[in-house]
Structures are given as structure tokens and as C-alpha cells.
């Protein structure tokens, strides 16, 4: 067992990103293992504290040849492009960026941003010694097979209700962020169409931090025009109070066009939510064959119905349940933690 | 019912309404934003009090970062007015070729259907002139 000191490099790092959370649990981890090394970045909110330092601290003289350089690539950063001119060996673990094409109608920026980020990835991935992603999908991007998933730990999300939600009008959830590729405008048609078919009093709840306030306000109109008192959208939960949006929801329904990964999936088969889900990206690798998967074809109608089943058909809600339970295993935390372990010390000198 | 047969008795049940949403009930691009707006904004001009700090006990750290910038406003007026002029200036750029694109389009639009047929001596198959 060789002890190594990595250092994790980050496009950006603040409180509530992903990507941050996701170096942090691998420091914890790094840490664990008896490793060294630090985390930096090249943009960080500094909500963040000292847990990540800037990106020029990487030059100060405490790195040593033989140390492995981690970098989570997830949005385009230009001043990363340094890193790759340095010596030690380097892992690129890329998080996937949502390609240009769903944002130039509403956030021109984040599309620009985009646009970039995808152009300079191919250039990383060449750059470094082993590049992989959080999904096989992610991974082939970059023309690798090599995947690194997300450590996923449902111990911090709180305990799943033993038993489905309370009679009732039914709760429909999606959680992902208020943007044009995860097709909310969808989801509400989708509901819409089911609630007036099957469930009058049915709720639909987004959780996801919007993209902008416009983009909010679009999402909004909508839903007061579509389903007027029956959408709620909110953001900015705590962790207890997204906890008890999973253990009310009955269904979860994801019709996003691109996901790299899509965490969201395995929180509803820790809380033994039936899952609907566009099969798109990395979403049927991450679900296997424990959601119901829609094909392209399929529109919002077809959704409904399945909305409809997952909800009211208690025998397919229970063969969910159970596939999904092994998802979440096939997930699990330690054969995540050994994967990654394999790849940092296969990099060792 | 098995997961494997969901989908089907989905699309069979789809298959069975006429009760689709009336079209045009979705998200539309947001506004973009007009030529008016942009020339507003090319002229950049940050407002003071967006300086701040959003660490824990932060104004007596938004305190000096606006004695800073009070500090060196000659610099940050430079750089204001280096990057105003170089927005101006594209913009303009734009405008000019927006104003162009739709000459141009105008002009083919009243121009009558030209016959089939190789394009006339000299031209090329882009109509550009050789």
C-alpha cells in the first residue's frame, strides 16, 4: 500500500456545488487512507472558507514530483490550462458540462461558458496520464473507459420511510436545477396531463436552483398557466428539509435531455421513490434496470401513464423499490472509494 | 405488473387519449436582449455598493473594499473606459452588420425568381463576382 500525497484541482469550488462536495469527500477519504496533499482552486466563493485554497498556492514549492495531481474538470477555467505544464502525474476526472446548445435562448453566458468548457476538455484529457468519468458516458466523451463514480453516501440523507407515503393525493418530485436541458416545462406537461387523467389533486414539486430570475419567472408562468395551485418550485433546502420532499413524493420524474450522471436517480432509490426517467446520457447506466426508462419517441403523454403506474400499481412500485435498493448498493461508497484508490495508485511512481 | 411491461401498457394507454395539451405551452426563449439594451450596457458603469464581502462578519471587510476602490478609482476609470471603448466599438461593428443582413435580405426578397441555370459569366456559384 503506497502513501501518497494528492492534490485536488477544481474549476471552481463554493458551499453548495456538487463538484466541491465531491472533493471534499474525497479529501475525507485521502485522509482516512493516511494521504496528503490540498485542495485548490481557480475561482472559490469564499463561503467556502479555508478548505479550499487558491489555485496559485499549488506553486508555492510544497509539491514534489512523485505527488499525483487530481483535477475535477466541470466548467471551463483557463487558468487550469497552467496545471497541465506541471510535472506530476495527473488523474482528470471529468463531471461532465452540459453541452452550448440548451442555453443560448436563455443564459447566452452559461452557454458561452459551455461552449468553451467542452472545447478545452479534449485538450485536457490528452494533456494528463489517466482520464476518466463519474459515468461510462462521461468517460467516452473523452474517448476512455475508465470511470471514477460519484461518491455517493446515503447515510447523509437520512434514513428512507420504511413504507410508501400516506394515502393521498399523490406528490410528484424532480430535483435538478431550473434549466433548459432538464425540461421542466416538460415535467409540468407531463403532470399536467396525468393530474387531469388521474389524480385531480395530484402536486408536483421542483426543487432546483434556477439559472436566472427570467428563467425562473418563465417556469413559473407556466405552471400557473398549466396547473394553477398544484406546482410548487423552490430552492435553496437544507438537507432535512429535501429529505422529507423525497419521503413525501410518490413518484420521481426526470425528463432532462443531457445528464452526465444524474445523482437525484440513486436519492430516489434510497428513499424507494419509483423513478420515470428520459433514457438519456448517463441515466441508464446509473438506473439500470430499476426505472421506468422512456425512449425518445415517447412524449409527455406516454409519461403520464407511467406516472400513473408507478404511483397506483402497488406490485410495480414494490420490484422498484427493490431494484433500486441494489442500484444504491451497486453504488456504495467502498467499492467507489477502492476504484478511485486503484487509479491514484496506479499513477504512483 | 412488472417493470419491463410498464412502458408498453404506458404507450397502449397513451395511445388511447385525445386529450393533448394545446400546443405553444411551453417555455419560449426569454427575451433576447435588443440593441438598445446592449448599448446601455456596453457603457459599463458598476454600481459602488455591489462591493461587498459575503463572509461571516463581513462589513468591516466591505468597509475597506470600498475605501479600495474610492483608493484607486483613477485606475478603475481607466480600465472602465479601455473596456467601454472596446465594447462600443463592436457593438457598433454589430449594428452595422445587422443593418446589412437585413439590406441584403430586403434586396434578394424583392429581386425576381432568377431562371435555373448556370450562373451568368464572371459570377460564381456564391454570386460572388470573379
Known amino acids: 500500500m503506497s502513501v501518497l500525497n494528492v492534490h485536488q484541482i477544481l474549476s471552481g469550488a463554493g458551499p453548495y456545488d456538487a463538484v466541491t462536495t465531491q472533493a471534499l469527500a474525497f479529501r475525507d477519504l485521502f485522509k482516512r487512507w493516511g494521504w496528503g496533499g490540498r485542495d485548490v482552486a481557480a475561482e472559490i466563493d469564499p463561503r467556502i472558507g479555508d478548505r479550499i485554497a487558491p489555485l496559485r498556492t499549488l506553486w508555492a514549492g510544497a509539491t514534489r514530483p512523485d505527488d499525483v495531481l487530481l483535477v475535477h474538470y466541470s466548467a471551463y477555467a483557463p487558468k487550469l490550462r497552467a496545471v497541465l505544464e506541471l510535472p506530476q502525474r495527473k488523474l482528470l476526472i471529468s463531471h461532465n458540462i452540459t453541452p452550448a446548445r440548451w442555453f443560448w435562448d436563455h443564459d447566452p453566458q452559461a452557454a458561452v461558458v459551455c461552449a468553451l468548457g467542452r472545447k478545452q476538455l479534449p485538450e485536457f484529457a490528452a494533456a494528463v496520464d489517466v482520464a476518466a468519468g463519474v459515468s461510462l458516458y462521461n468517460a467516452r466523451e473523452l474517448g476512455s473507459e475508465t470511470v471514477i463514480p460519484i461518491l455517493f453516501d446515503p447515510a447523509g440523507l437520512g434514513a428512507p420511510q420504511a413504507q410508501d407515503p400516506q394515502a393521498g393525493p399523490p406528490t410528484i418530485l424532480f430535483v435538478g436545477r431550473l434549466a433548459p436541458h432538464k425540461r421542466q416545462d416538460a415535467i409540468i406537461r407531463a403532470f399536467e396531463l396525468y393530474r387531469r387523467r388521474h389524480a385531480p389533486g395530484a402536486r408536483l414539486v421542483l426543487v432546483g436552483a434556477p439559472i436566472n430570475w427570467a428563467y425562473d419567472a418563465a417556469m413559473r408562468e407556466l405552471a400557473d398557466e398549466l396547473s394553477p395551485g398544484h406546482v410548487t418550485i423552490e430552492s435553496g433546502l437544507t438537507r432535512e428539509q429535501l429529505a422529507a420532499r423525497w419521503r413525501s413524493a410518490h413518484a420521481f420524474v426526470c425528463l432532462s435531455e443531457h445528464e452526465g450522471f444524474c445523482i437525484p436517480l440513486l436519492e430516489a432509490f434510497h428513499f424507494g421513490v419509483p423513478v420515470i426517467a428520459r433514457a438519456i446520457g448517463g441515466v441508464p447506466e446509473v438506473a439500470g434496470d430499476a426505472a421506468l426508462l422512456l425512449a425518445a419517441q415517447d412524449d409527455e403523454s406516454v409519461a403520464a401513464e407511467l406516472l400513473e403506474l408507478a404511483v397506483a400499481d402497488g406490485e410495480l412500485r414494490a420490484a422498484l423499490r427493490e431494484r433500486g435498493a441494489a442500484r444504491v448498493a451497486a453504488y456504495a461508497p467502498e467499492p467507489t472509494a477502492r476504484t478511485l484508490r486503484g487509479a491514484l495508485e496506479s499513477l504512483a511512481w | ?130
Open chain 2, 1 to 130: 405488473m412488472k417493470p419491463e411491461q410498464a412502458l408498453a401498457a404506458a404507450r397502449a394507454a397513451a395511445a388511447q387519449r385525445d386529450d393533448a395539451l394545446a400546443p405553444g405551452m411551453s417555455i419560449q426563449p426569454t427575451k433576447r436582449v435588443s440593441i438598445e439594451q446592449l448599448m446601455e450596457w456596453a457603457n459599463i458603469e458598476p454600481d459602488p455598493d455591489l462591493m461587498r464581502s459575503t463572509r461571516k462578519l463581513g462589513a468591516p471587510i466591505t468597509w475597506v473594499k470600498r475605501q479600495l476602490v474610492h483608493v484607486m478609482r483613477q485606475y478603475l476609470r481607466e480600465l472602465q473606459s479601455q473596456q467601454t471603448r472596446f465594447n462600443l466599438n463592436v457593438l457598433i461593428r454589430l449594428a452595422e452588420l445587422e443593418d446589412r443582413v437585413v439590406r441584403l435580405e430586403e434586396r434578394a426578397a424583392a429581386r425576381p425568381e432568377a431562371p435555373a441555370g448556370p450562373p451568368p459569366a464572371g459570377e460564381s456559384p456564391h454570386g460572388e463576382r470573379a
